[in-house]
């Protein structure tokens, strides 16, 4: 079966077809071409060649009157870090950031997957980190689209740019 766009998505609550979940890692779900098998043995082929599009936990790849294939992200290692101090938090992420490692939000919390160097940073300085099992599915996305740099433009002043020391 060849998905190329998640139907919608839903909690397992919603359904009433059988569900036949795809359980996948944090870090499937953005590739975009890939070959699965879910839990029931159905051979699933995921090609979302568009923009943003991206597998999130509860995601519909295909219905009909009996079944529902659905995804699900597995739990995994990860660091969670809480705090309600902006500043510190603005420090972590910056951090995190230059490691590139990826970051995920829940409510006041901040988690990313186990590394054990960004495990002893945290001990290192003084942050009060834990290390969890946990479904990463909610990333934070700081990446900018370089078409949305074209929209902007710059036009210097007429008399051109002066530099003052």
């Known amino acids: 079966m060849v998905v190329t766009q998640a139907i919608r998505n839903s909690t397992a609550q919603e359904i009433e077809q059988h ?11 953005s590739k975009r071409i890939q070959r699965l098998v879910t839990a029931d043995g ?9 923009k943003g599009q991206d597998l999130k936990h509860g995601d519909i790849l295909y219905e009909d009157r009996h079944k529902v294939v ?7 290692e990860a660091i969670a870090f809480t705090t309600t101090d902006l500043s510190v938090l603005s420090l972590v992420a910056y951090e995190v950031g230059n490691k590139h490692t990826p970051l995920f939000v829940e409510e006041n919390s901040v988690f990313m997957p186990y590394e054990r160097a960004m495990y002893d940073w945290f001990l290192k300085n003084g942050y009060k980190a834990e290390i969890v099992q946990k479904q990463l599915c909610n990333p934070l996305n700081a990446n900018v689209d370089f078409n949305q740099h074209k929209k902007f433009t710059f036009t210097p002043p007429k008399g051109g740019l002066s530099l003052k020391l």
Request: glycine share 4%; aromatic share 18%; hydrophobic share 50%.
């Open 70 to 76: 659905m995804v699900s992200i597995l739990p995994c």
């Open 19 to 29: 569900i036949d979940y795809l359980y996948i890692e944090w870090y499937q779900t």
């Open 42 to 50: 159905e051979d699933m082929a995921i090609r979302f060649l568009g």
